[in-house]
């Protein structure tokens, strides 16, 4: 069994609009593979969306993204049903400049 209790992660990559899904790695595992993000609600500084899973293991739950000027941060909240256990992905990503700019 892997331990994600405090797994950290940093990355550097170019993220667009329609991307911020994306930046939650935890829907890589193999027990989230049949999941994705539907978007189902969005305002100037955010976007809510709903955690949709199609293997019949009742696994549930949503994301909500607060967007600024500067960064936007991210949550990703799980429930596996049948295992009674709650998880959750938290994501900061700071605006370093344009996409392509490469400059440090």
């Known amino acids: 069994d892997k331990n994600l209790?405090?797994?950290l992660r940093r990355e550097r990559r170019c993220v667009g609009?329609?991307?911020v899904s994306?930046?939650?790695w935890m829907l890589e595992d193999d027990s989230l593979r049949d999941c994705r993000l539907e978007k189902v609600g969005a305002t100037v500084g955010?976007?809510?969306y709903d955690l949709i899973c199609t293997g019949g293991h009742?696994?549930?739950g949503a994301a909500r993204w607060q967007f600024a000027e500067d960064r936007l941060r991210g949550e990703?909240?799980?429930t596996l049903r049948g295992k009674n256990t709650t998880l959750y992905q938290r994501v900061t990503a700071m605006r370093l400049g344009e996409c392509g700019d490469r400059s440090e």
């Open 17 to 19: 609009p329609d991307d």
């Open 46 to 48: 955010g976007a809510t």
């Open 5 to 7: 209790s405090y797994a």
């Open 22 to 24: 994306s930046l939650f």
């Open 58 to 60: 009742g696994r549930s």
């Open 76 to 78: 990703l909240n799980v």
